[in-house]
Antibody
Framework: EVQLVESGGGLVKPGGSLRLSCAAS????????MSWVRQAPGKGLEWVSS????????YYADSLKGRFTISRDNAKNSLYLQMNSLRVEDTAVYYC?????????????WGQGTLVTVSS | SYELTQPLSVSVALGQTARITCGAN??????VHWYQQKPGQAPVLVIY???NRPSGIPERFSGSNSGNTATLTISRAQAGDEAGYYC?????????FGGGTKLTVL
């Protein structure tokens, strides 16, 4: 059974940093692209970033302006999102999601999400 | 920039057919994916590449895509289909989501 479990969310002050993790199991992690998608409270889905199976290709939403960094460790079956210079508007549930490639395909499995709250 | 337009809400009578649209310029040239999201839950992929159903998704869910409109069709709507629905595609290595449609089953 495919499982994606996010962790690392919490309350952080504006300007602070946070590192999210996503532990994958039930599939060959190194064969799949992975992504982060977020959802602000009461709002729609917003794509954040994607990374290819071997980290060769990495894409970010333009709105992030270099504040976030996606990475993965295939030996640990884990995906990460380093978030710096956090803003109030970054408050959201952050989901990790799997896709057959880093771009072009749909996201076929999602984790349950981890809540990030940016507030003073 | 490329934008996907969905109606905010769609209502359907129990057992009838619901159609949720996703509009964008020449969307028919792209692969569109659809997600269902129930309150407090993660999204679930219900249609991929315009018209394909993942394993476990009922045949009542179907999709089409042509011209400037992609459509998710839910036949014989059930109370359990009441949820938010999002279209999504890739444009220049950027994943784009529609604003979402709240489906109400009456």
């Amino acid at each position: 059974e495919v499982q994606l479990v996010e962790s690392g969310g919490g309350l952080v002050k504006p300007g602070g940093s946070l590192r999210l993790s996503c532990a994958a199991s039930g599939f060959t992690f190194s064969n799949y692209g992975m992504s982060w998608v977020r959802q602000a409270p009461g709002k729609g889905l917003e794509w954040v970033s994607s990374i290819s199976s071997s980290s060769t290709f990495i894409y970010y939403a333009d709105s992030l302006k270099g504040r976030f960094t996606i990475s993965r460790d295939n030996a640990k079956n884990s995906l990460y999102l380093q978030m710096n210079s956090l803003r109030v508007e970054d408050t959201a549930v952050y989901y990790c999601a799997r896709s057959p490639s880093s771009s072009g395909d749909g996201f076929d499995y999602w984790g349950q999400g981890t809540l990030v709250t940016v507030s003073s | 920039s490329y934008e996907l337009t969905q109606p905010l809400s769609v209502s359907v009578a129990l057992g009838q057919t619901a159609r949720i649209t996703c509009g964008a310029n020449n969307i028919g040239s792209k692969n569109v994916h659809w997600y269902q999201q129930k309150p407090g839950q993660a999204p679930v992929l219900v249609i991929y590449r315009d018209s394909n159903r993942p394993s476990g998704i009922p045949e009542r869910f179907s999709g089409s895509n042509s011209g400037n409109t992609a459509t998710l069709t839910i036949s014989r709507a059930q109370a359990g289909d009441e949820a938010g629905y999002y279209c999504q595609l890739w444009d220049s290595n950027t994943a784009l989501f529609g604003g979402g449609t709240k489906l109400t089953v009456l």
